[in-house]
């Protein structure tokens, strides 16, 4: 088992800054690939980024890519995502993820954060 907390949500003004986090608890937490998603109101979760366990390679969504940076310290069981040149339309609840196997679609993840707002002001 995997449990989720993510903090670092806000309101911030476009062209701002942001840093997520997610801590997890669980003995399983640096083999698992550890993934971003967001919902905006009224839309579908959709993918932000992920980040896998041995080799730390990285992917990101074309609308956030250049943009935000996910990175994780398996020592302090902890994920983060970077996220600068905030944009309105990046405004949405973002949830922590994490599976054994990963990828882009909710269904690859087992766990899950509670989420966290971000709210990006014109």
């Known amino acids: 088992q995997v449990q989720l907390v993510e903090s670092g949500g806000g309101l911030v003004q476009a062209g701002g800054s942001l840093r997520l986090s997610c801590v997890a608890s669980g003995r399983t937490f640096s083999r698992n690939v550890m993934g971003w998603f967001r919902q905006a109101p009224g839309k579908a979760r959709e993918f932000v980024a992920s980040?896998?366990?041995?080799?730390?390679?990285?992917y990101y969504a074309d609308s956030v890519k250049g943009r935000f940076t996910i990175s994780r310290d398996n020592a302090k069981n902890t994920e983060y995502l970077q996220m600068n040149s905030l944009k309105p339309e990046d405004t949405a609840v973002y949830y922590c993820?994490?599976?054994?196997?990963?990828?882009?679609?909710?269904?690859?993840?087992?766990?899950w954060g509670q989420g966290t707002q971000v709210t990006v002001s014109s």
């Open positions: 993820a994490a599976g054994a196997k990963g990828g882009i679609t909710s269904w690859e993840y087992d766990y």
């Open positions: 980040i896998s366990w041995g080799t730390y390679n990285t």
